[in-house]
């Protein structure tokens, strides 16, 4: 069950960063807000017989395409209703951090139960492999988040889903050696083909959406 929470967010000026933090059950978390500024006057483009509806869908346009093409390490929370006339719109948004994927939660809680699963095996060898692996995929998409480009990025998390596919075949082979039991190896690796199918769908939309 989603529990909603309301954040009072204070006034801050035009392209001015709020930072708010707030206490959850003991754990500290911090946002980052700020309000950016778009063009809503459309008027220089506008047919000469271009009714009231065609003047806003076309506005809403061409909000839609600025706020897609902003810094992609910000994400909207709020669009504000412009004052009647007004040449320009104002938009909340929230710094987006590599803890918000949901691939890095699913391929934390992965990399846990592999520790976690593996603190009696004996064969030090493969045990340190699959942690090894497990690791590096949360690590090269938080790092590869941190870089500034998108590319770099893309690059990062194409080593993330090779770690993955490492991880899975070093699991077939603790099912095969009796290292891990055949339905405890058979849940890990279907794990690891969720993060794999999660990181190609992050990898496609990274690759057409913001090149």
Same mark, same amino acid.
């Given at each position: 069950m989603m529990n909603e929470l309301c954040i009072p967010i204070p006034f801050f000026k035009e392209n001015q960063i709020a930072e708010v933090a707030v206490t959850i059950n003991g754990k500290k978390r911090e946002y980052h807000f700020r309000v950016e500024s778009f063009?809503?006057?459309?008027?220089?483009? #506008?047919?000469?017989?271009?009714?009231?509806?065609?003047e806003t869908t076309m506005k809403v346009r061409q909000l839609k395409n600025a706020i897609e093409n902003y810094n992609n390490g910000w994400e909207i929370v709020q669009?504000?209703?412009?004052?009647?006339?007004?040449?320009?719109?104002q938009v909340l948004f929230r710094q987006k951090k590599f803890e918000d994927l949901n691939v890095w939660k699913e391929s934390i809680s992965l990399t846990v139960d !592999?520790?976690?699963?593996?603190?009696?095996? $004996?064969?030090?060898g493969l045990r340190d492999q699959l942690q090894r692996s497990a690791v590096s995929i949360p690590s090269n998409i938080a790092e590869?988040?941190? $870089?500034?480009?998108?590319k770099e990025f893309i690059r990062f998390l194409y080593l993330a889903k090779g770690?993955?596919?490492?991880? $899975?075949?070093? #699991?077939?082979?603790?099912?095969?050696?009796? !290292? !891990?039991?055949?339905k405890l190896g058979t849940q890990l !690796?279907? $794990?690891?083909?969720?993060?794999?199918?999660? #990181?190609?769908n992050l990898i496609k939309t990274r690759s057409v959406k913001f090149e």
């Open positions: 063009p809503w006057d459309t008027s220089s483009e #506008l047919p000469e017989d271009i009714d009231k509806y065609g669009i504000y209703t412009p004052s009647p006339g007004s040449s320009h719109i !592999i520790y976690n699963y593996l603190k009696k095996c $004996r064969d030090y590869g988040y941190e $870089r500034d480009t998108n770690s993955s596919v490492e991880l $899975r075949t070093q #699991l077939y082979i603790a099912l095969e050696v009796n !290292i !891990i039991d055949k !690796i279907d $794990r690891t083909k969720k993060i794999s199918s999660m #990181l190609f």
